[in-house]
């Protein structure tokens, strides 16, 4: 599941993203939702507070974190990878400029 989020993440970061023009406040934006998505999956994988009890805290940290960098990276290497190509989106049709990624023809990105 966490594969799956982190794919699709990039999409909404950009569409929250859309409008805010300072590329640190962008950065701190992105990186705050894909932590929070991160935990939100977490506490999903671990059936809510309940799997949580037999941890000790340092494990729940780690768990945390670990869900937090996992959903960063994916969401960075998704939209590198895919979200932000230019050579993905030469297939994808209705193409309007020759030289434009995914999220430029979904108007999530200036080009």
Same mark, same amino acid.
């Given at each position: 599941m966490? &594969?799956l989020?982190?794919?699709?993440?990039?999409?909404l970061v950009?569409?929250?993203n !859309?409008?805010?023009?300072? /590329?640190?406040? !962008?950065f701190w934006? /992105?990186?705050f939702?894909?932590a929070?998505?991160g935990?939100i999956?977490?506490? &999903?994988?671990?059936?809510g507070?309940?799997? %949580?009890?037999e941890?000790?805290?340092?494990?729940?940290?780690?768990s945390?974190?670990?869900s &937090?960098? =996992?959903?960063?990276g994916? /969401?960075?290497?998704s %939209?590198?990878?895919f979200w932000?190509?230019?050579?993905? =989106?030469?297939?994808v049709p209705? /193409?309007?400029?020759?030289?434009?990624?995914i999220?430029e023809?979904?108007?999530l990105?200036?080009a």
């Amino acid at each position: 599941m966490l &594969i799956l989020v982190g794919a699709f993440l990039p999409l909404l970061v950009a569409t929250i993203n !859309r409008s805010v023009k300072n /590329s640190d406040l !962008r950065f701190w934006i /992105s990186a705050f939702i894909a932590a929070l998505v991160g935990i939100i999956v977490n506490f &999903i994988q671990h059936n809510g507070p309940v799997g %949580y009890i037999e941890l000790t805290l340092l494990q729940i940290v780690e768990s945390f974190a670990e869900s &937090i960098m =996992s959903m960063i990276g994916m /969401s960075k290497i998704s %939209y590198e990878g895919f979200w932000n190509s230019q050579e993905v =989106s030469k297939h994808v049709p209705d /193409s309007v400029l020759e030289k434009e990624s995914i999220l430029e023809k979904l108007d999530l990105k200036k080009a």
